[in-house]
């Protein structure tokens, strides 16, 4: 480094909650003892405007070129004081904070001189990383004012809509024929029982008329390759073997043609032809042929005659795509209850599932709209509707479909309101859930017409060979008996599951999917729409079951969150990255590829032969390659190896035995911690805490290091496994890691709970203190000399562990 | 109700079913009319059927091959039924029989051109019906007013009687043995297929006559002196049950060289053409209709894509 480090320290009394603890007269003036500081300076409130204008002043005054700010977590205030350095003309990463609140003064109020004591090694550990500290510079990429949508059902429509409306380029990628998604299968919507197509047919011939709109129907995403503002996709379109722009969408093939197949979208239930389109209401409204149907006779050729739209040549076509955003909205599917013996479903002709009820009561349905049953066509006098089939069940989708409840409602409405006192409807259901706007008084509306409402589960479904007909056995929940229902119809409300291909799509885009399988927002509560990569948002049920409502205002949330992309020229990206020194980087010489393998986004590539690379703009800076580099050939900006061993020796300065060197995770464990000390939640002084981004950056030198020093304990803390990590797959990787180190440390004499690894969550507060304490009480019962034993027997093999770092 | 496939077999029947909530689809194969000529796996654009060969028990006849569908790949556009010989397959759609590709054109029924002028006949011959190697001919003697006569001998004024011969046409191979069997000369035939059968004896193994074993029509293959199978192509009806199971390569050459059907500009049928052909006759047959306009749309339409 040129220049010497000029260091100044702000101790923050935070009104009492510091001061009224921790002696920060004392501390200040530890502070100035320490190497490289210039001034320490006491304040009231370091982050009131004359607390920020006190660090301004000292920065001009006494020419400094380091700061750390001593007072509460860095999850709170350090984007605060970022600026305020910046303000005074010095690089925001040269500041540094000493959270000697929520990990000193708040959870140790009964101890105040060991709080005081904490405090100090806190704040020395500060300084000894902003010593090392070198400028950054926030990286800022071009945009794409463009935005690629995958999935044309409603939320995807919405989106489209609203992002083409604002200015910006839309393509939208369906995998079918036609886009509509299930919306355009409905018969009906609930609360309104407007007719679905009526309303949605309009907003599909909007989108494709739009002139910021392209439609890239019959087609699959291949592959994404870049980052938020700059993504490459490449896109199949399927042939259809009719071509878009003469085809007139008169239909005079589909006369002609001989051939008939099950119509998927009419769920199976009635027929389309070999050249067809799948609805009368499909955009766009191209005629397609099923290769696997047809015989080629080319009569549908014969008949089109000079438009000449049909194209038996037609092949697969690639194209390229460059856009700076991409929302997912790819639906779901509907589980069908072929595997649950107890509904009969498929065996009994009279057993459907709801969305076949929803075409048959569709009047351009298979039917023309009659509600008929499949063994005799006739119309059933008797319905039992059954909730819950595969939802709310954990040996099967343990999470709640979300709208089944109101389908229903309107499948009875719709039964009652159609055929009057001729159809008796009963509905099975374990809870009723009708939260939202007008769903309560349309579940009154479905009682006053007289459907019967029965809380139960079914236990077994019988069919009478001759007539057909079924007896429904179910457990009355209120009555507390088994009942029997005649029914001559039955209707399964059955789950709605992840849309099939949910988990390529997610290894493309390297979003991530909860346990549910569905598609995983970036935050629950906060980020519902963003994914864990920067650029990707999601839309609709893929995300989560929700209905049309729900479905549009969160496409139109999409639409909104990606212009704030779009909008913008470039894109400002936190240095705070991976860099890999290519000297250094075994790739070259054998073949590694380690990081490019543990990389949570793809960020890195490692091509044969070649020193690995990181994409900056991907990267997100979780350092889970860094530890993983066998030849240490990588560096997190901002948490680089010599930073963090600073402040591990700081920390272990003296007497290392009695103290836990825990290395937090900024997200969970990190967060954990913070909200023990907010709770108030008291727990023993020993812990000293280096707070990394991911516990996917803890590498097996500080470890080492922390022992050989003397360190009582280490703790790493982090994510809850397996999906709670906040870059994907850190927390994966660190446990790898860190279960072959503990089983080799323990195998040299290590006692095993001296080495721990713990998943703390950021609401965890009372598990970090009982943690804690736990810790401490093994940290007793071993006992100084037992411990000192076990380092000096460790001592050379850690020596011989750490000799080839430098630093 | 979700899609069903069902399967059903017996001695006689074979049949795969699609069953939808509004419509239901089957396929119907009569074994017992079934010669396992091969015609259909050849023709099924899909390759739903197969024919299987029987292994051969020592001591026995040979029995012909026996066809099996496949209910998964068959979508019962009836392109076999319309071209058995032996009217051996029925597509069905909602229980009623139906030919879909014949309907729209897309492929041509089989010609069978059987006229029989039962004024000639006289009241007391039913030799076609002894011919009929098949059954498929029933002849009856009527009243003026279409009343059966069970005893043509208690009518006393026999001119005013009919004759009538009915001929169950959809099943008939038009082998033409009823024709030639006839003394009055009053059935008139015309084979639907038309082609060159040829023996090589030198290379029919020793005691071999799996053909004549298999073939359905009596007399279009016989034994001869000689010990070996000679064909009689007067009778033949090309169906080709013997070309599958000829155990030795070259030694029974059959090809059909025309085919009499019911007209069609078809992808289809040019493509079942080729394989009931050989590309040759395929012109051929093209030429002899006088219909190279239809060759040439088949061929732009192939070539569409190349400019
Ligand atoms: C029986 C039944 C009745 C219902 N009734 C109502 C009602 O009355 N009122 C109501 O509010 N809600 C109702 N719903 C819910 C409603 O269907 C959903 O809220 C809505 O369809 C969700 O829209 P979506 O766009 O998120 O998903 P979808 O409608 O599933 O659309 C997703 C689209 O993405 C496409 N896609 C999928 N994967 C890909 C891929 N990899 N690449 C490209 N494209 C892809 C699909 O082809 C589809 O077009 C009902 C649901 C069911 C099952
Ligand atoms: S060529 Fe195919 S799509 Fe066209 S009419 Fe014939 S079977 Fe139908
Ligand atoms: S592993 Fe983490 S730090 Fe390394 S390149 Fe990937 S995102 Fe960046
Ligand atoms: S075409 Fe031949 S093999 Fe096929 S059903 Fe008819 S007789 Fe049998
Ligand atoms: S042509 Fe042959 S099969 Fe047909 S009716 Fe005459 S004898 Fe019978």
């Known amino acids: ?320 795509l460059e856009v700076g955003t991409i929302i997912v909205a790819t639906g779901f599917d509907i589980y069908m209850p072929y595997d649950d013996k107890l509904y009969g479903y498929g065996e009994y002709d009279n057993v459907i599932t709801a969305l076949e009820l929803e075409r048959l009561i569709l009047a351009a349905g298979p039917t023309g709209g009659k509600v008929v049953r499949a063994s005799d066509g006739k119309k059933p006098k008797s319905v039992v509707l059954i909730q819950c089939v595969g939802s709310r069940n954990v040996d099967k989708y343990e999470y709640c479909s979300g709208y089944c409840c109101m389908h229903s409602l309107k499948h009875a409405v719709q039964l009652k309101e159609k055929y009057k006192d001729d159809v008796e409807v009963y509905i099975l259901y374990i809870d009723m859930r009708t939260h939202f706007k007008g769903y309560e008084e349309f579940y009154r509306r479905a009682r006053e017409l007289g459907t019967n409402f029965i809380r139960g589960r079914a236990v077994h479904i019988l069919e009478d060979p001759q007539t057909k007909n079924l007896t429904v056995r179910a457990e009355d929940m209120t009555l507390g008996e088994l009942i029997e229902l005649e029914a001559e119809l039955v209707v399964l409300a059955t789950a709605s599951i992840p849309k099939s291909g949910t988990d390529e799509l997610a290894r493309i885009l390297s979003v991530t999917r909860g346990a549910d399988g569905f598609f995983m927002e970036s935050h629950p509560k906060l980020k519902p729409i963003d994914t864990a990569v920067d650029g990707v948002f999601l839309a609709g049920a893929c995300q989560g079951l929700k209905d049309i409502p729900y479905s549009v205002s969160q496409g139109s949330g999409a639409a909104a969150r990606a212009a704030t992309v779009l909008s913008q020229p470039t894109w400002k990206i936190e240095p705070i990255i991976a860099r890999v020194n290519p000297d250094k980087c075994r790739n070259v010489r054998v073949k590694c590829a380690i990081c490019a393998k543990k990389c949570p986004y793809g960020a890195i590539k490692a091509p044969e032969g070649q020193a690995a690379e990181v994409t900056a703009a991907m990267c997100h800076g979780c350092g889970t390659c860094v530890a993983e580099c066998p030849s240490d050939a990588i560096t997190q900006m901002h948490f680089t190896d010599a930073q963090i061993l600073s402040q591990v020796r700081a920390a272990l300065e003296e007497n290392p035995e009695d103290k836990i060197l825990g290395f937090l995770c900024n997200w969970c464990s990190y967060a954990g911690a913070d909200l023990a000390g907010t709770s108030r939640h008291e727990y023993p002084t020993n812990l000293r805490a280096v707070r990394v981004m991911c516990s996917g950056r803890v590498d097996r030198d500080f470890i080492f290091e922390a022992l050989k020093l003397g360190a009582g304990m280490v703790l790493v803390g982090a994510c809850h496994l397996p999906f709670d990590c906040h870059y994907i797959s850190g927390n994966v990787a660190m446990k790898a890691r860190m279960d072959a180190l503990a089983k080799m440390l323990e195998k040299l004499g290590l006692s095993p709970e001296r080495f721990r690894v713990e998943y703390v969550s950021a609401a965890e507060g009372v598990k970090f203190a009982e943690l804690n304490r736990e810790m401490c009480e093994q940290l007793k019962a071993l006992g100084k000399e037992k411990i000192k034993a076990e380092n000096e027997k460790l001592r050379p093999m850690l020596e011989k562990m750490l000799s080839r770092k430098k630093t | 109700m979700p899609m069903k496939l069902e399967r059903n077999e017996t001695d006689k029947e074979l049949s795969v079913r699609r069953i939808l ?142 004759v009538v011969v009915d001929v169950k046409k959809e099943f008939c191979p038009c082998c033409r043995l009823c024709e030639l069997k006839c003394p009055e000369d009053a059935i008139r035939i015309k084979k639907f297929f038309q082609g060159i059968i040829h023996i090589r004896q030198e290379k029919c193994p020793e005691d071999c006559q799996d053909c004549l074993d298999v073939c359905p029509i009596p007399g279009a293959l016989f034994l001869a002196d000689d010990g070996k199978v000679h064909v009689n192509e007067i009778h033949c009806v090309y169906c080709g049950a013997c070309r599958v199971v000829c155990p030795e390569e070259g030694a029974l050459e059959l090809q059909r060289t025309r085919i009499w059907h019911t007209p069609v500009r078809s992808g289809a049928w040019n493509k079942a053409l080729e394989k009931l052909t050989s590309t040759k006759d395929l012109t051929k047959e093209l030429q002899k209709k006088g219909t190279t306009r239809i060759r040439d749309s088949v061929k732009k339409r192939f070539d569409l894509g190349d400019d």
Not at chain 1, 56 to 84: D, G, Q, Y
Not at chain 1, 194 to 202: A, R, Y
Request: proline share 6%.
């Open chain 1, 1 to 320: 480094m040129s220049e010497e480090p000029r260091i100044g320290v702000f101790v923050c009394h935070c009104g009492l909650n510091i001061a009224g603890t921790i002696d920060v007269e004392a501390l200040t003036e530890y502070a100035r003892t320490l190497p490289d500081v210039v001034v320490a300076i006491r304040n009231r409130y370091t982050c009131a405007d004359p607390g920020q204008e006190e660090i301004r002043k000292a920065i001009k005054e006494h020419n400094l070129n380091r700061v750390v700010v001593a007072a509460c977590s860095p999850r709170m205030h350090e984007p605060t004081f970022r600026r305020t350095v910046e303000e005074a003309g010095l690089n925001p990463y040269l500041y540094e904070m000493a959270n000697i609140r929520e990990f000193a003064s708040w959870c140790h109020p009964s101890v105040p001189e060991e709080a005081t004591e904490k405090a100090k090694d806190i704040v020395k550990m500060a300084v000894a990383k902003v010593r090392l500290f070198r400028p950054l510079k926030t990286m800022e990429v071009p945009v794409t004012n463009k935005a690629l949508l995958i999935g044309g059902g409603i939320a995807g429509i919405s989106t489209a809509l609203d992002l083409a409306d604002m200015g910006f380029r839309v393509y939208l990628v369906e995998r079918s024929e036609s886009i509509g998604g299930h919306m355009a299968q409905l018969d009906k919507t609930f609360p309104t029982l407007d007719c679905s197509i009526c309303i949605e047919g309009p907003k599909m011939v909007d989108v494709s008329r739009h002139p910021n709109i392209e439609i890239i129907s019959f087609a699959d995403v291949l592959s994404v390759e870049g980052f938020v503002g700059n993504f490459k996709v490449k896109i199949r379109k399927n042939p259809r073997y009719v071509l878009g722009d003469p085809c007139t969408g008169g239909g005079e093939c589909r006369e002609v043609c001989p051939i008939e197949f099950p119509n998927e979208w009419d769920m199976n239930m009635g027929v389309r032809k070999a050249i067809s389109v799948p609805f009368d209401q499909a955009v766009p409204l191209v005629y397609t042929i099923n290769m696997d149907y047809c015989i080629e006779c080319y009569k549908c050729v014969d008949i089109c005659g000079a438009r000449q739209a049909i194209n038996f040549d037609q092949k697969p076509e690639e194209i390229e």
């Open chain 2, 21 to 162: 909530h509004t419509k239901n689809y089957s396929l119907t194969v009569d074994k017992t009319l079934c010669t396992g000529c091969e015609i259909c796996q050849a023709i099924c654009p899909k390759e739903a059927i197969e024919i299987k060969m029987l292994p051969k028990v020592p001591g026995e006849k040979r029995k012909h091959a026996t066809i099996d569908v496949d209910g998964e790949k068959c979508h019962f556009c009836g392109i076999c039924s319309s071209l058995c010989p032996f009217g051996a397959l029925k597509v069905r759609v909602n229980s009623e029989h139906v030919f879909p590709v014949v309907k729209t054109e897309s492929f041509p029924e089989l010609i069978r051109e059987i006229n029989v002028n039962s004024t000639k006949c006289d009241i007391k011959c039913v030799d076609c019906e002894k011919a009929c190697p098949l059954e498929l001919i029933k002849v009856s003697v009527q009243t003026p007013d279409g009343k059966t006569v069970k005893n043509v001998d208690s009518i006393r004024d026999k001119k005013k009687l009919r």
